[in-house]
């Protein structure tokens, strides 16, 4: 793996003014690679860089930025195996899962391409022709998270850029790396200054938040940070994209068939380490099978084999970092301390990397912290219940919103309980399925806006009506 890494600012590969900060291996705890770090007055560059470009990138035909981000596509294939190597060394996840994460960065930059932006006629009379319009608002401000850090970026600047915006992104600096590399060979593709990264520390992300060259923030992370920058976005009106935390329960109604469903709850609550916004994250079972699937999930999670992401045959990966370790590990002793039991797991496994065993909580309740909060990793919470109408209310009975699924054989019964979650996506019969061209996003403090598909493209645009008097 490449070990020298640089930050992108017009089409220019830039060292940090600040120097560098060391990025760590969370399976080992020790360092990756150095990454730069950039400062306020570079982030004010790579602003400047991406306003300049859009002069002409806005002007830029459907045929060109199609054509580019195929381009950038066949680049990422190229690379591959490269990506996932970065991305397994410094965000933890099993190479395997690196691999589909590249994947689905490839699939989501084409699919965007073979998007379009319509002109809508909403009036063509003798009296006039009324024509609704999509223009790109600017420069974008892009900030993304650490669990699937390559996916997101995508997420973020594939429809920024088709729709002729440009775009400055600022990793987490937990995983930078990944982020650095694919700037680089996206501007292999693009015009200079169509996209820039810049890489810091502390504080980047609030001087892009705040910059007044910038027209949108999309953001995925934390509900916290999601509305600090809510806040700190208001003084030039920015639009803004939130994907923020989630907590989503999963009800397992009493005609569910365990034996086919089990692996399906296991693998969405546990995809990514337990590391994915919207991962089944609270489990609600009928008392007629509670101690069955409790079993079967514990039988599942003590299969894993835990390991480093680069290991052979590992299929279960190290917690990111260290603060989210110290978070899962509190949940589940104070789960622990309030009478829950603890079927498997529960510990740290070595003393050398942030390694959490995949843990089955059962005989807890709401109320306890582990159920309530986004635990955000590799444990599930079982809760048993006995009437469907008060697991939908306790389903329901939480701040976030992003999605929910219920699970069960009729599917009329269970369409009936899904449509009435408070949440961006309801699944049935299974969960944290995204698509590129479904919409995807948040309700309640979990965020507003969406991503992918056609609604996810027209997010960065701004509409403008054409009103021609024919009068
Ligand atoms: P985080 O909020 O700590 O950090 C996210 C990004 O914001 C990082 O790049 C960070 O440097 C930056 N940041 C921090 N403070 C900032 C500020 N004041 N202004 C601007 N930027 C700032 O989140 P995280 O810990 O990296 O990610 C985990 C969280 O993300 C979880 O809550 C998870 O549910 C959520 N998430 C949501 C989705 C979704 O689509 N809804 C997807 C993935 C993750």
Not at 88 to 112: D, M
């Amino acid at each position: 793996m490449k070990t020298d890494f640089s930050m992108t600012i017009h089409g220019q590969a830039v060292a940090g003014t600040r120097g560098t900060f060391k990025v760590l291996n969370p399976a080992t705890e020790e360092t990756v690679a150095l990454c730069p770090s950039g400062s306020p007055e570079q982030v004010d560059q790579a602003v400047a860089a991406a306003a300049e470009a859009f002069k002409t990138w806005q002007y830029s035909t459907d045929a060109t930025r199609v054509a580019a981000l195929n381009a950038i596509a066949d680049k990422f294939e190229q690379h591959a195996a490269e990506l996932a190597e970065i991305i397994t060394l410094e965000q933890g996840k099993p190479l395997a899962l690196a691999r589909f994460e590249v994947g689905g960065a490839v699939a989501w930059t084409r699919y965007t391409a073979s998007l379009g932006v319509p002109v809508e006629v909403i009036e063509d009379s003798d009296v006039r022709l009324a024509e609704l319009h999509r223009k790109p608002l600017g420069v974008v401000g892009s900030i993304t998270p650490w669990n699937w850090p390559l996916m997101i970026a995508v997420w973020h600047v594939m429809p920024a850029l088709r729709t002729g915006n440009t775009v400055v992104v600022k990793p987490s600096s937990m995983t930078p790396l990944n982020t650095l590399r694919m700037v680089e060979l996206m501007n292999e593709c693009l015009p200079a200054g169509v996209i820039n990264v810049i890489t810091g520390e502390g504080g980047i992300g609030s001087s892009i938040v705040k910059h007044e060259g910038i027209r949108k923030i999309v953001f995925t992370g934390s509900t916290p940070t999601g509305q600090t920058i809510m806040r700190n976005a208001a003084d030039n009106m920015k639009r803004l994209t939130l994907e923020l935390g989630g907590n989503d329960a999963g009800i397992v109604l009493p005609d569910a068939d365990i034996d086919k469903l089990a692996p399906a709850i296991f693998q969405t609550a546990f995809l990514n380490m337990g590391q994915t916004c919207a991962a089944l994250k609270r489990l609600y079972v009928h008392e007629s099978q509670y101690d069955a699937l409790v079993e079967k999930l514990a039988e599942m999670a003590r299969a894993q084999k835990v390991g480093p992401g680069m290991e052979e045959g590992v299929t279960f990966g190290p917690v990111q970092n260290r603060d989210q370790f110290d978070l899962v590990s509190e949940l589940v002793e104070d789960a622990r301390q309030n009478g829950a039991r603890i079927v498997t797991g529960g510990e740290r496994i070595g003393d050398k990397g942030y390694f959490y065993a995949p843990t089955i909580v059962a005989d807890i309740a709401d109320g306890t912290r582990l159920v309530d909060e986004e635990q955000f990793g590799p444990v599930l919470p079982v809760i048993r219940y006995s009437d469907v109408e008060d697991a939908l209310r306790r389903a329901n009975d939480n701040p976030n919103g992003l999605g929910g699924s219920v699970w069960g054989s009729d599917i009329d019964k269970a369409r009936a309980i899904a449509s009435r979650l408070e949440c961006g996506t309801a699944w049935i019969n299974n969960h944290a399925e995204v698509l590129p061209h479904c919409p995807f996003g948040g309700s309640k403090m979990s965020g507003f806006g969406v991503e992918f598909g056609q609604d996810g493209l027209l997010e960065y645009t701004q509409s403008q009506l054409l009103n021609i008097n024919r009068g």
